[in-house]
């Protein structure tokens, strides 16, 4: 049985992560509308001896991450292919409005010019990152020494609580066998 302190333990474990992602997240300038650190998941799932954390972001969290070669941007200046409609200008136009650009097609176009030379992130995007880097935001955090160290402190007091959860067990079995 999974003990309610320990329980306590591992969300804080899951909270100081999702900080850290929500602050880098923020530290790249990807803040627009916040949701992608709004809206996630986490779980804790017990099976038997072992236990899983588990987090989630939006699908295009994996975009940010990631970024997109110029090579996958679903838009080519140099072919029409006579579509009505493109999800992805609609969705550069709707960013254009967000953003108050006065003419949001005509910017929306712009864009994805630029994104099928650069890809995204483009290099002048970096004007919105305190710290010039627009990608890779789960590497920088999960391989950051300072998070590492606080998660192995909250891992430690985890421990502690199983392990005198643990004792207190054998205490009683003994006391009763006795």
């Known amino acids: 049985m999974i003990d309610e302190k320990y329980i ?15 602050q880098e997240l923020i530290l790249q300038g990807h803040v627009m509308t916040g949701k992608v650190y709004k809206d996630h998941s986490e779980e804790i799932n017990v099976h038997g001896d072992e236990v899983h954390l588990l987090g989630s972001y939006p699908f295009y969290s994996k975009f940010l991450h990631t970024g997109v070669h110029s090579t996958k941007i679903p838009y080519d200046p140099e072919v029409r292919t006579g579509a009505k409609h493109s999800l992805y200008i609609e969705a550069l136009i709707k960013y254009a409005c967000f953003r108050g650009m006065t003419d949001p097609e005509n910017a929306a176009f712009a864009i994805a010019n630029k994104h099928s030379k650069e890809g995204m992130s483009t290099k002048a995007s970096a004007k919105y990152s305190k710290t010039g880097i627009r990608s890779d935001f789960l590497d920088i955090v999960f391989f950051d020494r300072k998070l590492n160290s606080e998660i192995t402190n909250a891992f ?3 421990f502690l609580i199983l392990f005198d959860n643990m004792i207190t067990r054998q205490q009683k079995i003994i006391n009763e066998t006795t």
């Open 156 to 158: 430690d007091q985890v």
């Open 8 to 22: 306590k333990g591992l969300k804080e474990v899951q909270v100081l992560i999702h900080n850290r992602i929500k």
